[in-house]
């Protein structure tokens, strides 16, 4: 048997599984079932916690997207990751070695909502186009952000399609439409290896940068996604704080051959 859990960040939701106690051979193949919404569990990723050899790093998390593709990062799913070992009392505070890096997190509440905030590094921008409406952005994994003055699914589906097939990002890369709310911004998401979320961690980080850019005022930043509220600053050195709730759904087990197809 398979135990894992379902949990979510702002609606972008995730299977965590321990690989330090049980044996899943193919991740890919897992992923491509698990995340299923018909066939499977139903989510947009696996988080695999795992042990580490990186003396700076606590454990590994690594994130397989819904299609079996691997992510460098995951702000949200880190998020789940640091609850599930918090409830399973190993602790309130984690550095994961991740696909971008050592990323930190700490557990800020627990009630009446559970928080986490994650030190994301210094995010690295630069204008893609030459003016102020497409950014490109570097968290350890790829991000392009369009600054409009109202959000529009449409506009992000068809960009984030054709961009997937750009010379400049032949991995692919996440996609972001932003718009200033007045009081922070809105943020739609598309991520490579999935499409659009309610909601994504590091597209979060990224669009929050953007707008910091521009509007040169570095204050928190409140992100309103789809799926929920997320909370952007920034510490002394550039590194930007992400912090946001992680969501317990369910636990469950699954026989070892229920994934094998």
Not at 126 to 143: C, Q, S, T
Not at 216 to 224: E, I, Y
């Amino acid at each position: 048997m398979v135990a894992l859990t379902k949990m979510h960040g702002t609606q972008n939701d995730f299977i965590v599984v321990d690989r330090r106690t049980q044996r899943i051979d193919d991740l890919a193949a897992f992923a491509r079932h698990a995340c299923d919404r018909r066939m499977g569990v139903g989510a947009d990723g696996v988080i695999v916690i795992d042990v580490t050899q990186d003396a700076a790093a606590d454990l590994s998390m690594r994130v397989v997207n819904a299609d079996g593709s691997d992510a460098e990062m995951c702000g949200n799913g880190v998020r789940c990751a640091a609850r599930w070992l918090h409830e399973a009392g190993e602790g309130d505070s984690f550095a994961f070695e991740t696909g971008a890096g050592v990323v930190g997190t700490q557990v800020v509440a627990t009630e009446p909502e559970f928080l986490v905030r994650v030190t994301m590094g210094r995010p690295l921008a630069e204008r893609l186009d030459g003016n102020d409406d497409a950014w490109f952005v570097d968290l350890g994994n790829p991000h392009v952000v369009l600054v409009r003055d109202a959000t529009d699914e449409d506009e992000l589906g068809s960009f984030a399609k054709a961009l997937q097939n750009d010379r400049r990002f032949p991995n692919g890369t996440n996609v972001h439409v932003i718009a200033s709310n007045g009081e922070g911004i809105d943020v739609l998401h598309w991520e490579r290896g999935v499409g659009p979320t309610k909601a994504c961690g590091t597209g979060a980080v990224a669009s929050a940068e953007v707008f910091a850019r521009l509007r040169n005022d570095r204050a928190p930043l409140d992100v309103r996604v789809p799926g929920g509220l997320l909370s952007v600053a920034w510490d002394d050195d550039g590194n930007a704080l992400l912090t946001g709730p992680a969501v317990r759904v369910f636990d469950t087990t699954v026989a070892d051959d229920a994934f094998d197809r």
